[in-house]
């Protein structure tokens, strides 16, 4: 055995294992060179055990919980020990199991600092557990903390995470030297919240605004589904604001593709290029996202192909093989999800919910029961949306009796998505007593949603029960729901045009209409030739 005070007085063994510490890829060589910290008696030793806990943590090819076994092997822990595996807890699938050694904690006499409570502040948010997040923030006021700001900033994420942003404001407002997290924070707030007046009114009255404050709006007005106002505070931001960063472009790229914005999206590529703006994986998978919704499949290609020789990550898998999907081409998707096994990238419930949607619109019923299956059977989470995958698969393939009694028997309650799914199959296959079911079964679940009673109106009008049809209306009106107009959106040289039925706001509606007029004359002469045509051929 080494003698281990020799070992410690040796600076070059010891930098030579911190640096190869430094450099560790994967759990593989952390663990091989922990096993040579231990023979060599310096496992105590905070510089290798702070590095330890940080890569087994933190790194994304880390394993949190070997942190903790770590951490539990240590005779005397230090706080920045516990707040490293608390830390990797509150970001892991598991948050809860930061509260836990949270509490180890407490029970070993350790007293939690400043940065304990952040890590418990946003576990309490990614579990959405508002009586956890209160419970902290009383620990928090009872400690000494409450104005700190750090832990202020995170508690603004916390409530606003849970909805409560009376409750964020509060902590902002309490914040005596606001920096510019505490504003992005605050801002970002009410854009979850769907407040984007608020956040709007509180973005005009920053003392001054960095990249991250113009990416909060911009992502505020993208989730909210303002996608055009995205749009317009982007370009405000090129001429006001600070330059762009990747992030802001994914929230950019999301607009677009919601917005069918091709042009909008290819310009907005050239401009992460133009900027050498860093084609991050999010970035990487926005852009295919943008492309393959736009239908430009070919494109989504390109970038998806032009990643790297690398696997790549199942992100953008997911992305390529949605898009495929959306569009129809549902032999190419599952062609893809079988490159995607043999390059070795692990398929997750999105993939499935994907191959789902591929098959039920190729009326590949066997293929989706099979995909359905083995989700179930590999412990993976069956979530409402692959019920309603697997609802639309049968019911757009006739099998509507099969679906009816699928969603009779499924262990979750149906939702509007897989009852409308079914009602789809009901009326393109004109099962319209089953259709009156499912419709008043979808004015139950949402009676304040006006599709479902004109949806139920037209299923009465179809089979001629004008009276049925008439009471729709009548309890529309009674509900108060008044119907929203359908619009439609075309982009013409990057700038896109909103108009509805009969619309007569555009600048150019008049030449517009002249034309449509013209069309509308051409189409019906050449359904008089043809006519004519089959007349004389009789």
């Known amino acids: 055995m080494v003698n281990a005070s020799l070992l410690r007085g040796n600076a070059v063994l010891s930098s030579t294992l911190i640096t190869i510490l430094d450099k560790c890829k994967s759990m593989l060589e952390l663990k091989q060179v922990h096993a040579l910290v231990i023979t060599l008696g310096l496992s105590q030793d905070e510089s290798f055990v702070s590095r330890i806990l940080s890569f087994s943590a933190l790194s994304d090819s880390g394993n949190v919980h070997y942190s903790l076994l770590v951490l539990l092997s240590l005779s005397n822990p230090t706080i920045f020990n516990w707040n490293t595996v608390i830390r990797g807890y509150s970001k892991s699938k598991n948050p809860n199991k930061s509260v836990s050694v949270f509490i180890k904690m407490l029970r070993v006499g350790i007293l939690p600092d400043y940065l304990t409570f952040p890590f418990l502040a946003k576990a309490s948010a990614r579990l959405l557990n508002r009586e956890l997040g209160m419970a902290f923030h009383a620990h928090i006021t009872k400690a000494g903390y409450a104005s700190d700001r750090f832990v202020s900033n995170s508690l603004i994420h916390m409530y606003a995470s849970f909805g409560e942003i009376l409750h964020a404001r509060k902590v902002f407002d309490g914040i005596l030297m606001k920096n510019s997290v505490s504003w992005n924070s605050m801002i970002d707030g009410y854009a979850k919240c769907g407040d984007m007046g608020l956040a709007c009114e509180l973005f005009d009255s920053m003392p001054q605004r960095d990249v991250l404050s113009w990416s909060c709006l911009i992502d505020g007005y993208v989730k909210s589904g303002a996608c055009g106002d995205a749009l317009a505070v982007f370009e405000k931001m090129r001429v006001l604001g600070p330059n762009p960063n990747e992030v802001t472009m994914v929230s950019v790229l999301c607009a677009c593709a919601h917005l069918g914005a091709l042009d909008k999206g290819r310009t907005m590529h050239r401009y992460v290029i133009d900027n050498g703006l860093p084609l991050t994986l999010v970035l990487r998978t926005s852009l295919v996202d943008m492309y393959a919704k736009c239908g430009a499949i070919q494109e989504a290609f390109n970038v998806f192909r032009g990643v790297s020789k690398e696997p790549g990550d199942v992100l953008i898998w ?195 209409y002249r034309i449509l007029n013209f069309v509308v004359s051409q189409m019906k002469h050449t359904v008089d030739y043809e006519n004519q045509e089959y007349f004389f051929a009789r």
């Not at 043999?342 to 949607?357: A, F, Q, R, W």
């Not at 009816?404 to 199959?425: K, V, W």
């Open 318 to 512: 997911n992305a390529m093989i949605g898009g495929l999907a959306t569009h129809g081409l549902v032999k190419e998707s599952l062609d893809l999800f079988t490159e995607m096994l043999i390059v070795g990238v692990k398929p997750d419930e999105i993939t499935y919910l994907n191959l789902l949607s591929a098959c039920a619109h190729g009326g590949l019923v066997k293929e989706a029961w099979y995909f359905f299956e083995y989700l179930g059977k590999h412990g993976m989470a069956l979530k409402s949306e692959h019920y309603a995958c697997m609802i639309d698969a049968m019911a757009r393939a006739g099998q509507i009796a099969e679906a009816y009694q699928f969603l009779c028997q499924m262990p979750i309650q149906p939702t509007a998505s897989m009852l409308g799914a079914l009602l789809s199959g009901c009326m393109n296959h004109r099962k319209f007593d089953l259709a009156e079911i499912i419709g008043r079964k979808l004015i139950e679940l949402e009676p304040h949603h006006d599709g479902r009673y004109i949806g139920l109106s037209n299923i009465y009008a179809i089979v001629r029960r004008w009276d049925k049809a008439r009471s729709m209306r009548e309890a529309m009106e009674r509900m108060g729901v008044k119907k929203s107009p359908g619009y439609s959106f075309v982009e013409i040289y990057g700038a896109l045009h909103t108009f509805i039925a009969h619309d007569k706001t555009h600048p150019s509606s008049e030449q517009i």
